[in-house]
């Protein structure tokens, strides 16, 4: 009988072996390690067709129905198509042209430029407007998803009174009588709840509204608020501020639990900052990049050096740093920070002086906000990496404690009448809160929102709000940046928007929200061109000169003596809610793009999971998909298991925004609800969680497993000394392989792709913007299971190292565009083939599904319609591109380099008999990167980009060995600090190295 | 016994049947080929209103481009707002039977529903603009509309006439300037012509020109 110390040395050979094998070879799962070791049949979910039918009766019923409708439609001819000319035509004359206006979307309240395509009035496509500072032509998943959101068919459609459809005059009926008592007592008991407001035309309404009703209360609570983030510097500077960072000027970066690459306001705009810091083109100004993180994330998967420790001890952190910098600062004695981090972030903090920084997340509590705020002020930072502003949000308070109090408010009675403008607080408010129970007691509750939500279900009236891509309105950007929001197509179901609501409230004449906006804007300016200014403003997309001056603050003397004692809480499993990686707080849940882009670490689609490290689940003899029930205090939720490398030992990380009972269709019953267990005192992190193995199991979609292109050169690594040295040695003789292939026709233009891996952060941002671009359709998330989603471009995440702490690489996968392309020599219709530019083009009216392609290309790139993806809903049918074909089921697609882009380019070019200039051509995925990682051209033009990039002689291809010559080649990855940093032999933390350059 | 069927019946049998099996699908096939979104082919179609482009283009000389205003810049000609209609009809004709719905329409702001005379399959990207760029006349697909009092279909715009003109341009080139032209011939040599616009015009080559994704996307 095999006793435990046996069993401990077997758990512990076995996780040697493990370690041993992952710092051989790249990995992409635990169960890719694991197989490797065990070879296991193939697994079954894979191979298994489920063909949902049950016997013979439903088949022949399906037959027949099938046949009849085989012949009702062989026997009429399909009939006339109508055209239906506009009346008053548009002022444009471009018709059938796509036009662009620039407006403004936010999240979570901060708001990036973009522009919005619309064809025939419209809007398909989002782009980001190169003159706005937080977007400089780049958008996030969000701004490229919310043109999904807005065709989004179940949308809140009508006015709502008790869930019965009502209308907006009987709302406006109703709500003036209300008004009309609570003026009568200046607004007592009348309360507002809205999101963080930074739009200025909003906030003047509800300053207005306040002075008009003083007795009234005006509360904001959004789920992911930045209460930290405001607190910490009113604690530490004395004043509400935005802190702003100018990673273009620092050479040393600390993140505390800081996804600045991702979640912080701005991450599009420091995504580009970073990257080009770190590039080996721009003489690389940031040298080494410190973080620590309590959940793996984007930020912390680009560190040269990354300390995974649990929420609560990232505070021991930043005192520890503070303390070793000078600052008189109580340090957690029994500390278990690894010294050699610190001494080297410590090190290389202070011979940077004013060149570093320090960034702390919202996540941190405002302690260690106001340490980073010493820490920076200290070393001479302020004013240099480091900007203080003044606050983005319009009236940066607690907010917290500002739905605290309105919940006690509500329960004692004292709130007689609740507008809810935005937001869902009866699924994210606190769950010690009891929001739900605590509206009960409102005798009169409206709410705004885009969704018929969990809230509006348990409110008096509903009423369907604006899109954003519907209404007018104005909003900030993290550097204080206001666009203007200008709608692109009239209400769809007739929503408001805040401004017509609080006009409403108001009882001020009916006004559209253009006037209230405009009339705010005319107010501001009083200006004799006024109508000058508003039109340069429109067409620019942002109001000139509208960001914020930096402020001088100063730090308060008392810090370290100010600042409560540290606390040690040590031993017990913290739980960590994290905003989800793509659906937000869970306002884009019934966004089915968003749904179905699989995170970027854990490549999770449609669910989320509760992510553990890899010792956790060993201790704990948890595998994926097992179910555990989540204990905090009274409170519990089930939730199924993510493996997650990089995770902390000892946390259990949960996204929020799943959950949802009244998401709409898409977003209904996926995932568990995290807002159950997230409670006012463990509002971003607590200690105590228990995890309880419950013995189910719970299926989860992940991309991770499928498409593996195992144990071969894939993502290129080399060292930045590697890197220099193989640049200096100048290009090599690329290889030239014997080959059979017939030569390639030729034309004027060879199209090309060059993608940086050093550049990519794994955002996946380019999977969204082709996804809109071109026409992809969602498949579900059982299809998913099966291996069929259809994205053209994908992105891989690999694992270098141990388990723990891997180092983790991206790479963006579309069709390599091969010039040998073994997908053509298959096909037995000729539905790919080759045209003169170089483009592997995808014949769909050939193509007879036989699927060969996909099964010869090495790449795993072609997507193949299985079922009738493309769904015929109307507004869907809207959103369409129509310079692509929607493909129907039973056809192969893949990525064409973005052909329509490429033709529209051409005939413009050829109409003014030239040649297409260098950038003329942007592909969607290369437009919306916020790096810079994609760069697309002609390689017959000498002077082009791609040209200059595949120069370098770290060009290479992707699996080159196959010889099938790919037009889309990489840039590797660059780990490890500059040269004239690295003192004193430290090594940084280069791992063994692939393959080095050509020649 | 003997065998009810010879062996002679049973193969004539056998090649009755498989010979219906064959007319069948030829015939189905040979419906599903003619089978069009579109017009039938030189069948006049009924429209709202009994629009003569032999009117407006043959009598009046009014230029394509007047009601086909995006022909130069877009992909599509376009079909004219009815305000384009009303710049002429708000004086001429005013009272014309023929005209009330147009001014209805026009008043109560209902757009006018045509019937869609060419219509190419979805996967098919034409670009009337480029055509027009390049010297292929107006002509040239729609046909004489100059003389159709109301307008049906001429050629079969199918893959098969579209490839006739991309795999031999020259036959059908003429100089830009004589696009909007309905009544002009070359004077001379077509082909000599026709090879010497494909110069000029930077005209791509054959090979381009037939390229799936020229037209396919």
Redesign the interface.
Known sequence: MPTDADEKAAASAAATQTTQRAQQRFWRSIEDLVDAAHPAPMRSSMLSIDIPLHGRREFMKLMAASLALTGASGCSRPPLEKIVPYVHGPAQSSYGKPVFFASAVARDGYGTGVLVETNMGRPTKIEGNPSHPASLGATDIFAQASVLELWDPDRSKVVRQANAISTWRSFLTALSERMRALKQRHGEGLCLLTESVTSPTLYAQLQTLLERLPKAHWHQYQALNRDAAYDGARFALGRSVETRYRLDRARIVVALDADFLDGLPGSVRYARDFVAARSLQSNSTLHRFYAVESTPSLTGAQADRRLALPARQVEDVARALAARLGLGVAVEASTSIPADWLDAAVADLVAQRGQCLVIVGERQPATVHALAHAINAMLGNVGSTVVYTAPVVASPINQLASVSTLGTAMRAGEVDSLLMIGGNPAYDAPADLDFVAALERVPFKVHLGLYDDETAARSDWHVPAAHALETWSDVRAFDGTISIQQPCIAPLYGGKSAHELLSALLGDAPDSAHDIVRAHWQAQRRADDFSAFWQQTLHQGLVADSAFSPIEVSLRRDLGAALAPPSARRGEIELIFCSDPTIGDGRYANNAWLQELPKPLTKLTWDNAALVAPALAQRLQLANEDVVELRLANRAVKAPVWITPGQPDHTVTVALGYGRSRAGSVGNAHGFNANALRTSTGFWFTGGVELVKTGQRYALASTQGHDTMAGRDIVRVLSREEAIACKDRGPGAKDTLFTLYRALPTSEYAWAMSIDLNACIGCGACTVACQAENNIPVVGKAEVRRGREMHWIRVDRYYQGAPGTPRTLFMPVPCMQCEHAPCEVVCPVEASVHDAQGINVQVYNRCVGTRFCSNNCPYKVRRFNFLQYAQDVPTLNAQRNPQVTVRMRGVMEKCNYCLQRITTARIAADKEDRRIRDGEVVTACQAVCPTGAIVFGDLNDAGSAVNQRKASPLDYALLAELNTRPRTTYLPKIIGAAREIDRSGRAGDAAPLARGCHG | MAQVFSRRLSLLLRVLGLGAVAIIAAA?VA?RVT?????ALLAP?EQPIPFSHKHHVGDDGIDCRYCH??VE????A???????CMTCHSQLFTDASVLAPVVD??RT????????VH?L???V?F?H??HI??GVACVTCPGRVDRMPSTWRVVSLDMQWCLECHRAPDRYLRPRERVFDMDWQPQGDQLALGKELRER??I??T??LT????C??
């Open positions: 189905a419906y089978a069009r979104t579109d017009a179609i205003a995006s810049v877009s992909a599509v376009g079909i004219p707002p009815l305000s384009t329409a026009y702001g209902r757009a006018l529903r045509w019937n869609r219509a399959p979805d996967f990207y670009d603009s480029i760029g390049k015009y930077h791509r080559s090979r381009e390229d799936c994704s020229t396919h996307r």
